[in-house]
C-alpha cells in the first residue's frame, strides 16, 4: 500500500511564500516522477510542476519564474513566492511509482489548501 502525505498548505497574503512538502511511503520500488497539481473551484485539476527521476522539471507558464519544485527520495516539495490569489487552490501531490519492476502507477494524495487573500 503506498501513501501520499502533503503538508504545508495554509493562509498567505498576496506576495507572501509557502512550501507545500509531500511523502510517499509503502512498498515502493522506483519512483519515476513526482509532482504538484491543483484545483481551483469550479476548474479542472491542472500541472503545477513535475520533477522526473532524472531532475528535469516542467512548470505550468503561470508559476514559471515564482515556484521550484524539488525533490529528496521519497519526497517531493514546492517552494512557492510571489503568491497571488489566482494561486488560491487545493494543491495535489501526484507520484507516478513501481511497486515492482514495470508497471508504472500513478497515486495522489489527499489534498492540501493554499488560499491568498489579504
Known amino acids: 500500500q503506498v501513501q501520499l502525505v502533503e503538508s504545508g498548505g495554509g493562509l498567505v497574503q498576496p506576495g507572501g511564500s509557502l512550501r507545500l512538502s509531500c511523502v510517499a511511503s509503502g512498498s515502493i520500488f522506483s519512483i519515476h516522477a513526482m509532482g504538484w497539481y491543483r484545483q481551483a473551484p469550479g476548474k479542472q485539476r491542472e500541472l503545477v510542476a513535475l520533477i522526473r527521476s532524472g531532475n528535469s522539471a516542467d512548470y505550468a507558464d503561470s508559476v514559471k519564474g515564482r515556484f521550484t519544485i524539488s525533490r529528496d527520495n521519497a519526497k517531493v516539495y514546492l517552494q512557492m513566492n510571489s503568491l497571488k490569489p489566482e494561486d488560491t487552490a487545493v494543491y495535489y501531490c501526484?507520484?507516478?511509482?513501481?511497486?515492482?519492476?514495470?508497471?508504472?502507477?500513478?497515486?495522489w494524495g489527499q489534498g492540501t489548501q493554499v488560499t491568498v487573500s489579504s
Open positions: 501526484n507520484a507516478v511509482l513501481s511497486v515492482r519492476p514495470g508497471h508504472p502507477v500513478a497515486y
